[in-house]
């Protein structure tokens, strides 16, 4: 799934609904492994990381070590690899094809879609978001909490002009019974149209500005940095994500085109100082280091806030965090 389609809380859901033995490996793009530290904490499932490079292009030998590493120490039953947002797919399953042996089976891939995002992301970035979608066996659109029904049948009719035999679903995965999330981890269940012939696809140039041990001076200063965000005033940026201190409170944010959400969080096992990253074209990465002091105050978690810059709601969660 493109950057910010909602993989990591699907991976979550995956390991909460499976009875198997699970390790995750990870490739983050940028110098960040805020994901891997939310999922190991969640739910306690082994996740190894491969960082600052793509599992499709420069990191293909790391990743065949990677596999191969998996497989003769840890022996799981299921071996969950997540790209990054910007990796092609097609490029990910013709490396995992060279390492397929008796001991090791490629389950069909399944591809994450954010509905809100989806004719952006295939209008700016083509070719790798036209690749996930021509790989997958099963394609999930993520994120319909209030969908527009013409809008997820038009997702739906574009992602099937583009992948005829891919399954689609037709409604939120958290709403799937156990066997829908089993027949994920059958191989019979589902077979890719365009085996085996992957095509090769370039990751779009998208530069990442990523930011550690860094605090903010309270939680609406923050939303007021991420409004400015989503505005384009800090450069083009597709995606933004990472825990951090906002005053005596630590906060997990996402950006994700329009989209803010903040949320109140625990400090995270090894993350003593915060990350965050920023992912997009031309990032103002002076305006961003002067909102961001080192961090040096004693913190403690706040109850869940979000909010959504498009539906107008982020100066009510801004009210609601100075009350609090």
């Not at 004719?119 to 994120?143: G, P, W």
């Not at 085996?195 to 530069?207: H, T």
């Not at 625990?266 to 990350?275: N, R, T």
């Amino acid at each position: 799934g493109f950057l910010g389609a909602g993989k990591t809380t699907f991976i979550q859901k995956l390991i909460s609904r499976s009875q198997e033995r699970l390790v995750v490996l990870e490739n983050e793009f940028g110098g960040t492994d805020v994901d891997r530290k939310i999922i190991a904490k969640d739910s306690g499932t082994e996740v190894q990381e491969l960082t600052e490079g793509c599992v499709c292009c420069t990191k293909s030998p790391q990743l065949h070590a990677s596999v191969m590493t998996i497989e003769s120490t840890v022996s799981p039953d299921l071996l969950i690899v997540e790209p990054s947002g910007v990796g092609a797919l097609g490029n990910v399953m013709r490396i995992l094809r060279k390492i397929e042996y008796e001991r090791i089976t490629l389950l069909p891939p399944v591809t994450i879609v954010d509905a809100e995002n989806f004719h952006q992301n295939l209008k700016l970035f083509e070719e790798v978001f036209t690749d996930q979608l021509k790989s997958s066996a099963r394609i999930l659109i993520s994120k319909p909490e209030n969908p527009d029904p013409c809008l997820y049948d038009d997702i739906r009719n574009r992602i099937l002009e583009l992948n005829p035999s891919a399954s689609v679903s037709e409604r939120h995965y958290s709403l799937e019974p156990d066997s829908w999330w089993q027949s994920l981890l059958n191989p019979a269940t589902v077979q890719v149209g365009t085996e085996p012939s992957y095509a090769e696809s370039k990751s779009p140039d998208l530069e990442t500005f990523t930011v550690k041990n860094c605090n903010v001076a309270s939680p609406v200063t923050f939303l007021w940095l991420l409004e400015r965000v989503v505005r384009g005033e800090c450069g083009f940026i597709v995606r933004a994500k990472g825990i951090l201190p906002a005053g005596k409170d630590w906060v997990r944010f996402d950006v994700v085109g329009g989209r803010i959400s903040v949320e109140g969080t625990e400090p995270v096992a090894g993350c003593s100082g915060a990350e965050c990253v920023w992912i997009g074209r031309g990032i103002n990465r002076n305006f961003i280091e002067k909102c961001i002091n080192p961090l040096r105050n004693e913190v403690r978690p706040f109850n869940v806030l979000s909010g959504n810059r498009r539906n107008g709601t982020v100066s009510d969660a801004a009210s609601e965090m100075v009350s609090h």
